[in-house]
Every structure is written in structure tokens, then in C-alpha cells.
């Protein structure tokens, strides 16, 4: 079964199409990358599977259930998936409470162990008691990780989860997302620049230019032998932008 499902989706801001009849499908614990060069429209994808804003005509089914893009319908279903946005935040307060909050707006007590497990995972442990705002760009990305996961979403929707990020970080936060995915069967969609990384861990890669998916495959066959001449030229570095 796909965990992600989207048919036909557009979106344009003014005059610009910035999605062009998306049809997106993410079989059930997959660790799904798309790549693409910027501005070609991953963002608005990933906000629109997130039901963080609406598209323009096409619909989106996520674990089997189609949504509404009406925010009191949509919650339940929100709530058993996560973002991670390219932009984290954190709120002011420890980095303990920030990791705790989805489990208090979800009326979860006694969560504190699954909080200490959420700080484990990403090496947070010793910087738990600290203001989330005095986190390093690494830390922070790390503990919107933990925020994202500290109640096991099925579904993990990543965009540019390691960016501006040094290789400690990189590759702490690589291991986090796939041992999530492996210990929960969680379905994970990132969307990346780097594409070493999207090599190292995903199992299936799209390529998106311009508001379409060129091009999707498993991982290998994106890179060794891509179908299309453009996907080709984006994975070579040829491209220039
Ligand atoms: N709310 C908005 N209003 C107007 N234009 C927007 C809006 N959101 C996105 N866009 C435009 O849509 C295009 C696609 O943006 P998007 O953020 O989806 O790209 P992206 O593929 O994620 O790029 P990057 O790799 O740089 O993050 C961009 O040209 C952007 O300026
Ligand atoms: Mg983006």
C-alpha cells in the first residue's frame, strides 16, 4: 500500500505554475528522496502533502485517507505524521520542554521517557536543561528531529533536514532518520540538494525540475542509468543553474 499518494496536484503564486500535475506515490515504509535544483518547487510539495496549504486541484491520501484542507478535519490525521521544515525554530524554553511539546498539545502524560528517548537518538541528552534558542544551526536541526519524532509519526516528511550542516551533524542525523524509520516502519519523504546523501540512505529517488517529476526510481537507477537526459545532467553536476 503507499503510505503517500497525490494525484494530479498544482499550484501556481500569481501567474507562475509552480506545480504542474504532480502525481506522487510512496509505498509504505520507503525512505523516498526527491532532488531537484531550487526554486523548482519541493517545498510546495511537501507543504501541500502536509496539508500546511492547499493546492490549487488534485488530491492527496496519506495512509489511506484523502485530505480535506480544512484544518479541524485534517488534525487526526496530521497528527500521526511530522515535518520537518528547512527552516527550524525553537521555542523559548529548554530543550527538553521544546521536544516535549507535540506530546502536550496531544494530551500525552507521562511522557517523559519518551522524551529522553527522542534526545538519545540525535546525542541531546547533556544539552536537555539548555534554552532551545542557545542550540548551535547542527543542535537545533537535531532537536527539531527529536520534536518531529518524539511521537512516533508513521510518516516523516523531511525538507533539507542536514542543510548548512557539518559532517558530524550529517551524518548523526542520516543515522537518526534510518534507524527511525527501521525501528518504527515509518514512511520517510526528504527532500535534498545533497546528493550524496539522498545515495547513502534513500531506497527511491524522483527527480523534480520546473513544477514536474522528471523521473522516479530506485535510488541506483537514478544515478547509474536515469531514463531521462536532463535527470542524467542533474545527477552528473552538469546542470547549471
Ligand atoms: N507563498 C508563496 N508566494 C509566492 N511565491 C512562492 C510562494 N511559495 C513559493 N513560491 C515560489 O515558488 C517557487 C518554488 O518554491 P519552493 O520553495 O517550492 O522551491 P524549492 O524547490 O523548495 O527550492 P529550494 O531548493 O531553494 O528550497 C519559488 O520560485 C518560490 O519563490
Ligand atoms: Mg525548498
Do not use: W
Not at 537545533?140 to 516528511?157: C, D, H, K
Not at 525540475?209 to 522516479?216: A, T
Request: net charge neutral; proline share 4%.
Amino acid at each position: 500500500m503507499s503510505a503517500i499518494k497525490a494525484r494530479g496536484i498544482s499550484k501556481s503564486f500569481g501567474n507562475r505554475c509552480v506545480l504542474k500535475a504532480i502525481d506522487l506515490e510512496v509505498e509504505e515504509g520507503d525512505l523516498f528522496a526527491i532532488i531537484g535544483p531550487s526554486g523548482a518547487g519541493k517545498t510546495t510539495l511537501l507543504r501541500i502533502l502536509c496539508s500546511l496549504q492547499p493546492p490549487d486541484s488534485g488530491t492527496v491520501t496519506i495512509l489511506g485517507k484523502q485530505m480535506s484542507y480544512r484544518e479541524a478535519e485534517d488534525l487526526p490525521l496530521r497528527r500521526r505524521m511530522s515535518f520537518i521544515s528547512q527552516k527550524p525554530i525553537a521555542f523559548r524554553e529548554t530543550v527538553r520542554e521544546n521536544v516535549a511539546y507535540p506530546l502536550r498539545v496531544r494530551g500525552i502524560e507521562n511522557g517523559n521517557e519518551m522524551v529522553y528517548h527522542a534526545l538519545q537518538h540525535v546525542g541531546l541528552l547533556d544539552l536537555a536543561d539548555n534554552l532551545g534558542v542557545t542550540l548551535s544551526g547542527g543542535e537545533l536541526q537535531r532537536m527539531a528531529f527529536a520534536r518531529a519524532t518524539v511521537y512516533n509519526p508513521e510518516v516523516l516528511i523531511l525538507d533539507e533536514f542536514t542543510a548548512h550542516l557539518d559532517p558530524y551533524n550529517i551524518k548523526m542525523l542520516e543515522d537518526a532518520v534510518v534507524s527511525y524509520r527501521k525501528e518504527k516502519g515509518a514512511t520517510v519523504l526528504t527532500v535534498t540538494h545533497n546528493l550524496f546523501q539522498a545515495k547513502r540512505i534513500a531506497s527511491t529517488t524522483a527527480f523534480m525540475l520546473d513544477g514536474v517529476i522528471v523521473e522516479q526510481n530506485e535510488t541506483a537507477r537514478i544515478f547509474n542509468s536515469p531514463a531521462d537526459e536532463r535527470t542524467g545532467s542533474f545527477v552528473r553536476g552538469e546542470m547549471i543553474f
